[in-house]
């Protein structure tokens, strides 16, 4: 297997997947046995946004590994605060460094960044858009909790519209079962209808709820989420929709007794200290699980053996037709990237950095 870059985790086929999962089992059971498999190679981890649990357990993975670690994680310390572009730093770290993940505000700034890599790079968080990795570690703990990723009924709670790990989650969950999908959002902060259309299409049940009471007694798997502050065009957007749902242990009590409740984290009010107690509360371990897939995906990744694949080139006479309307997507603050698109299913044309409908 060859994995050349990780932008959405849809770009892994199922038996890709199931290779990570395996391997990140064996890590998990058997960690010596791995940890100089990375002699001799670097990664790169570019930070433009904060991170905790995604950076240092990408650090810790490659220090388990055997290989050893470059980056910021403030680029106010590197030459971005000079002006450099997304471009020009990606070429260079990328002949630094073996392997890379980029976390950064703007939807879509991974695939950019890959465009004018020379070694495989991971996307770490873009935006609102995409977050593969922490997909890979949801997956895993359901996995290894409920032994399959299908004939569930989940629950996302908090802010659908915002949270990439919600967007991938669920892209990833379409791909790999047939699930019954309670949204529980504001309608402010409900998920964009071309991913419930997505899920609909494929034979998934979804209902769209407001609350948490209206359905906690029929999950198997309660996803909750933090509102996502930074995205919001202003705090007081942000304190309308903050505080709604807070999952405590009276709520608890109506919930299923093997009910699975995961979280990305950082958790800030939507999760009641007391829940922690509570053996169906899996967040931590889940965070856990980060280390194992995230080691996996280093070594497929990296074994892979590629050099100098800068995609660029593909697109040297791409024409620059227009820019994307999404304010939030890269191709509007790094002006010389091409204007890539797709067609959708649907017919629409599709901005390939951030997915949004052009026309
Ligand atoms: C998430 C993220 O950055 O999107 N955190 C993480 O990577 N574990 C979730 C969040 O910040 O709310």
């Not at 902060?189 to 259309?197: A, W, Y």
């Not at 980060?290 to 006479?317: P, W």
Request: aromatic fraction near 8%; proline fraction near 4%.
């Amino acid at each position: 297997m060859s994995i050349h870059h990780l932008i959405d985790f849809n770009d892994l086929t199922t038996e890709e997947w199931n290779g990570i999962s395996a391997l990140a089992a064996d890590i998990k059971s058997n960690p010596d046995k791995y940890s100089d498999r990375c002699k001799g190679k670097i990664l790169a981890t570019l930070f433009y946004e904060p991170s905790t649990r995604t950076m240092l357990s990408f650090q810790s993975a490659m220090i388990r590994l055997g290989g050893e670690i470059i980056g910021f994680d403030n680029p106010g310390n590197s030459s971005v605060s000079k002006g450099e572009n997304l471009k020009d730093t990606i070429t260079i770290i990328s002949s630094y460094a073996d392997i890379i993940t980029i976390r950064h505000p703007k939807e879509g700034a991974a695939l950019a960044a890959s465009l004018y890599s020379r070694c495989p790079l991971i996307n770490a968080g873009d935006g609102g858009h995409f977050h593969p990795t922490q997909t890979l570690t949801d997956l895993f703990t359901i996995e290894h909790t409920k032994g399959t990723l299908s004939g569930h009924t989940v629950g996302l709670c908090g802010d659908l519209k915002n949270g990439r790990t919600v967007h991938s989650l669920l892209r990833a969950l379409n791909k790999l079962g047939k699930n019954t999908f309670y949204l529980i959002s504001t309608p402010s902060l409900s998920l964009q209808p071309r991913i419930t259309e997505l899920l609909r299409a494929n034979g998934n049940e979804v209902y769209e709820v407001t609350s948490l009471e209206e359905c906690i007694d029929k999950l198997d798997i309660l996803y909750m989420t933090r509102i996502q502050r930074e995205r919001f065009d202003s705090e007081e957007h942000y304190r309308e929709q903050s505080g709604r749902y807070i999952l405590d242990a009276k709520k608890m009590e109506s919930a299923k007794k093997d009910m699975m409740i995961l979280h990305p984290l950082p958790r800030v009010d939507e999760i009641k200290e007391e829940v922690d107690y509570d053996p169906r509360a899996l967040y931590f371990k889940q965070a856990q699980n980060g280390i194992y897939v995230r080691m996996a995906l280093i070594l497929k990744m990296i074994t892979s053996g590629t050099n100098d694949l800068t995609d660029i080139e593909k697109y040297r006479e791409y024409p620059k037709v227009r820019s994307c309307p999404n304010k939030a997507c890269i191709t509007n603050t790094e002006k010389y990237l091409p204007f890539l698109t797709y067609r959708t299913s649907d017919g629409h044309t599709a901005c390939k950095f951030c997915d949004s409908e052009i026309d």
